[in-house]
């Protein structure tokens, strides 16, 4: 008996993606398809890609569009995710990949995001400690953002073997997916093609408090973050570059003996073999993280480093991985580990 | 009973990209994978998007590792897949993704490639009229060339129904992967990136031949063709740009009504809605076709454009498509018409 | 005694090139910037590779403004030049970087741009036969559009030696800079980078009756035009892949010999050597334009290919070498035939 | 009277970008050009897109060939450019492109280079404190690598001020050019396209040491460094981004002023105004470089983020640069502040 799901907000990159992986997910059946500028159009124009829905219409996103389905999917502007789950009643399991019940503390959602703090629910990262135990038979989720996946997946080994001192400093490069399909001049491919650049600088940037979240449960203390954002010529891909102060006694071997331990049981986490280095070309469409982990004895420094794809793993397959807990079906149904590379 | 494959030459693009089916073809057992140069090498370090493979080792390409499969792909330069082939036995399904089997005049083959003409093998392109039964229980397949794959299927129709001239004009624009993965100067990102340029202009381009062969098939009579590759600034993906002037007659409807009989039945072939036009972005990754085609009245021409990724329909997925249909498997186990975008 | 010259549009693409060529030219001095949405922003925040001009303010785009120059430059969007052109009198030399004066038959204006034809100026392409003539002391100039450049360039010596059919087969791919500034959701990064996509196909893109004219004055008899534009994942440059019937008797010298002689004196065209082949790298940010030429004996073509940057050669080096014609300065003044690579 | 210049590594990328400068440089005569397995060949096919140059011919790397130049700029494999220089004589301005001159310390040298340690010469970072004396009048200059000049000018005025702690760390982008034009499988277009990746990760990448260098000498004290380098898809530029921990009663204010400070008379440091941060493509193919400064309250750290055109300012400008210094020329002359972009 198959898991009915809607998605709502299914013309964006985030939706695009999780209609890619719902389509060849064992258990799932496609149900409604909602959007709101782009309601009455048909996928086809929408998402060329997807051509097995190709037919399928945009239906506006109302209750009643939304009604009558085992899971939805809400891939809406921040904001408007409470409002909809209301109506959608307790025993919908209701995935939320906005960002809106990610963050634990009210303050800090209102500093950042400017509105009422709607709420938290479960924070759909089942690899961080105690992770897998908070999504199973939950209705709802928050699908934890892009970056603060790429980087507490590449630091909370580090913090929870109690190795690092806690503050870090993060530096990531992001394909420009990550900005969503809203065209805006600096999006321009005549703009992007060709140049890096950063953005959110200095602590401004909305991932900043997850990130802090989740690091300073793994490390059950405050973490202090630095983190700085760049946009790269890429269509998608997050390159995290992880970094904090080793603690005394730090080595080497300590450190990869903490981060094989972390990843050991996990099915999308790779761990790389020593001397090879993440790329995000390798997680290209795929759910899988690859990381990698050095120890800087000159500077007393861990660098830690992960790849993920940002709409996979970062954003659709962590939701459908994160579903797939909550349902109790197998984690890794409809998902792969398998690049589209080069 | 699964079926047991071997990969002669898994190191390389198109070996790279077979795997990555294979992976998820549900009857397929992936057995031995051999390489010249990289022979004792992981594939975690030669192919690491292929996270479930990492650990495989590649053998030296011999008889003694390519025996005891069901079916061998060969993805090996050209001008060695005969005498491999010959040492494998007619009763296993051999799969040459080379070029050696796919011309039937033998003066073409030298003129071309400078060696002597191994022999013709039932070709690997199943929308062709005739095709599905030339390779229905075939224990040989030569698989098409990336070019003319993408060529025939945009031109063929017109052909077929009689409504093209037979002088063909075709300029084709193509992914770097298409050239491979040994290292050259020109193929370098530095170069590439942001620059498109020709090459094997004049007709001397190696796939010309194999166009002229399938277009004069589908026209019942000679067919001339100007053809031009260039290389674009992607890693994959073709767009071919298929010119011929058009009959006395012919009209748009006339054209459209053709394409939509040729490709009714297609699996992956999807002729677009009209107004809209191909993208390689859009099958990235999938075995899908896109094709439009225009009739220019004032210029009194056809434009058939066809988008295709070069090593999934282009090579390694018409590879597959070819040996479930020559195994008698459903044609479409473990492919897909879902193209990984943005 | 400097030039003084006037930029209106000078926050779009077109208007940043020509300040980029003006700041160097050694008699050129840069009056008047005007725009319109962005009338009142500093030029360093709308064309942040200016450095020289970062703290210049955008006017608004009036008579008043553009007064009291020795030139005025209009990149506006087509539709606007007459009126501006009107205000500016008969002896300031305006230069129209648009498409409003490029074509002689108000037939094809109007079929094409779907608005009364407001004229036609000298052509501000010098190497065409009788080009510099044409603009000697002339007070207005129709910049040419960027594919007609590249294809006129690419064909006419080919036409004007009798050498090819009346019947040309044009394919270009573009940078996306040519699509302009203004921001679409299929100009996006995540769109445009790692695809390449054909529109305006089947003769409805506007530049055709442009090169319709040029070749056809070339050829001295009408000469249809197939011509399809393709977007390709690159900020800039045009390759245009040009081909023809060739005319009985054609060989490979006597074209050689055309191209030869047709540029011998061109300071930025350059024939290359036999065996190499234009690529847009090599003119990236520079007025060179590259062409090669090759006859396909079995296809019995011509296949004449060249390369340009866009919005150099394409449109603001071409507006800047028209304009030092015009004016009595060497012809070269402020311009380059060094590319910018890799 | 011109200044005779040699370039002995003219096929390079170092090379190429040299001669675009020196084609332009008001006072320079190019002379001798010579290479190592490229010697014999026209430079028109090594480096297509220095039109002026195309029928020069490479000589091989010799005293003779170099021999009766005022200036000879070596673009040669570390280790090799002592050997070179020893034979041109204490009154040539030799101008050593690559690292063996850089670093004071010979234990750095040995233990990062592997081979004994040449020597030392002045710098040529002329924007560093002392830097433009250094250069006077000198016969031999090192030209600084490009991670430590984008680094360095990042950072010095931060630890000029003392505002910030003596721990550094930084993450910076790289385009593929500054890997150079030795084909290597990892630098294929197929390979970086769509891809950013980490090399030299946990302080071992060669540059490391020139940065420690460079910062401890401008903080009156050692600074330790944790760098990574991060490979990016495009051709050039480098974005870095360098992070250090603010001191006791540093603000926003403060640090903004010793920027002003370091950089007011600076003609190629560009210091943002507020709101804005510096992006690659607008230092494209110029000699400028963008800076930025924040200050993290809430981490308690400094953030500066520069980019240059690694191969302009980053190798061959900030020769071009030094050179005109040591002659006592205009330390502008031949070189731009105006980026190509888009």
């Known amino acids: 008996m198959a898991v009915r799901a809607a998605v709502a907000g299914a013309s964006g990159y985030a939706g695009g993606e999780l209609l890619r992986l719902l389509l060849t997910h064992p258990e799932v059946e496609i149900g409604a398809l909602t959007g709101n500028s782009n309601a009455g159009q048909r996928l086809g124009a929408l998402q060329p890609h997807l051509l097995p829905l190709a037919d399928r219409v945009l239906e506006p996103t109302t209750p009643e569009a939304l009604a009558g389905h085992d899971v939805v999917f809400l891939a809406l ?49 089942p690899e961080l ?129 903490a981060y094989e331990k972390a990843f050991a049981d996990e099915p999308f986490v790779h761990l790389l073999p020593e001397g090879r280095w993440p790329a995000t070309a390798s997680v290209h469409g795929s759910n899988a993280v690859q990381v990698q982990v050095a120890h800087d004895e000159a500077a007393g420094r861990i660098i830690a480093i992960s790849a993920i794809d940002n709409l996979t793993k970062g954003t659709a397959g ?25």
């Open 77 to 125: 502007p921040h904001g408007q995710s409470a409002a909809v789950a209301e109506r959608l009643g307790p025993d919908v399991l209701v995935v939320d990949m906005g960002a809106d019940f990610r963050l634990k503390d009210a303050a800090d959602w209102e500093r950042f995001y400017g509105s009422p703090h709607a709420g938290t629910w479960p924070y759909g990262l």
């Open 318 to 342: 962590g939701a459908v991985q994160s579903m797939n807990i909550a349902l109790g079906l197998p984690e890794e149904l409809g998902l792969s580990t398998i690049g589209v590379a080069p």
């Open 129 to 257: 400690p105690g992770g897998r135990a908070a999504l199973e038979g939950s209705k709802r989720i928050a699908v934890p953002g892009c970056y603060p996946t790429a980087v507490s997946l590449a630091l909370f080994p580090a913090y929870a073997a109690g190795l690092a001192e806690a503050e870090a400093v993060i530096v990531a490069a992001s394909g420009t997916s990550g900005a969503g399909k809203a065209p805006k001049p600096h999006l321009l491919g005549s703009e992007v093609m060709g140049s890096m650049s950063p953005y959110g600088v200095g602590g401004t940037h909305r991932h900043t408090p997850e990130m802090i979240q989740n690091l300073s449960a793994a490390a059950g203390g405050p973490v202090s973050v630095s983190f700085t954002p760049t946009l790269a010529p890429m269509p998608r891909g997050i390159l995290a570059t992880c970094t904090a102060k080793a603690r005394d006694g730090v080595t080497a071997d300590l450190l990869r003996a």
